[in-house]
């Protein structure tokens, strides 16, 4: 049976899961802090014409 392709790049899920997991805590941090939020709401604003 084949292996099931995971990603484009042929990495290793194993670091590629180990560096979302060093990773995460920064955007998190990130898009909790007040320059996230703005962005974020900045980003779904655009969406929303995007989709008018």
Not at 25 to 40: A, C, L, M, N, T
């Amino acid at each position: 049976m084949a292996k099931k392709k995971h990603n484009e790049f042929l990495i290793p899920n194993e670091p590629l899961e180990q560096l979302a997991r060093r990773i995460l805590p920064e955007i998190q941090k990130y898009f909790d802090s007040d320059e996230g939020k703005q962005e974020f709401e900045e980003w779904k604003k655009e969406q929303e014409k995007k989709i008018k």
